[in-house]
């Protein structure tokens, strides 16, 4: 997969979701990124094995290194409704370290290029895994798995800023 953007590149407009006591609220990810530092991992779906007990996990053990590194924001992205994603968000996150936000609409994901459908898992149109790394707006680097359940280049480990 050859994603739309590329490191160098302004993140592209796009529209997401979150629930604020209880009601959808829009997130436009310019403002939110503007002027700060941001890893964003982008998932296939909430509650699916691989993001769950792996991806997530992975990216929890290491929001204090992130932040001590200057990044402002950790965010995981995933192409489900806001209601799911908050209902993940509290189960993988119960301490709330990483902002959680819906693509349910996959603007994000269709903007930057990593859509894909999952026909053989049932899930239909949805997110490739992704790892992006924002500074003031711009893409530094975006990782993205040749498939949903690879786990490959967009761990942690694979969190390095280009500066």
Same mark, same amino acid.
């Given at each position: 997969?050859?994603?739309?953007?590329?490191?160098?590149?302004?993140?592209?407009?796009?529209?997401?979701?979150?629930?604020?006591?209880?009601?959808?609220?829009?997130?436009?990810?310019?403002?939110?990124?503007?002027?700060?530092?941001?890893?964003?991992?982008?998932?296939?779906?909430?509650?699916?094995?691989?993001?769950?007990?792996?991806?997530?996990?992975?990216?929890?053990?290491?929001?204090?290194?992130?932040?001590?590194s200057?990044?402002?924001h950790?965010v995981?992205?995933a192409?489900?409704?806001?209601?799911?994603?908050?209902?993940?968000?509290?189960?993988?996150?119960?301490?709330? +370290?990483? @902002?959680?936000?819906?693509? *349910?609409?996959?603007? &994000?994901?269709?903007?930057?290029?990593?859509? !894909? =459908?999952?026909? %053989?898992?049932?899930?239909?149109?949805?997110?490739?895994?992704?790892?992006?790394?924002?500074?003031?707006?711009?893409? +530094?680097? @975006?990782?993205?798995?040749? *498939?949903?359940?690879? &786990?490959?280049?967009?761990?942690?480990?694979? !969190? =390095?800023f280009? %500066?």
């Amino acid at each position: 997969m050859t994603p739309r953007v590329s490191s160098g590149d302004r993140l592209p407009q796009a529209v997401l979701g979150r629930l604020l006591h209880g009601v959808a609220q829009r997130v436009d990810l310019q403002a939110l990124f503007a002027g700060k530092r941001a890893v964003v991992v982008g998932v296939p779906g909430a509650f699916t094995p691989v993001c769950s007990c792996e991806h997530i996990p992975d990216l929890l053990k290491n929001v204090a290194r992130f932040r001590a590194s200057g990044i402002d924001h950790v965010v995981c992205v995933a192409p489900d409704n806001p209601w799911v994603v908050e209902a993940w968000a509290r189960e993988v996150d119960p301490g709330g +370290r990483i @902002l959680f936000l819906s693509d *349910g609409n996959l603007s &994000l994901a269709r903007a930057l290029g990593v859509n !894909v =459908v999952d026909a %053989d898992r049932c899930l239909g149109e949805v997110s490739a895994r992704y790892m992006m790394l924002i500074d003031r707006g711009v893409v +530094r680097r @975006l990782n993205v798995e040749a *498939g949903i359940n690879d &786990l490959t280049c967009t761990r942690s480990e694979d !969190v =390095v800023f280009i %500066d």
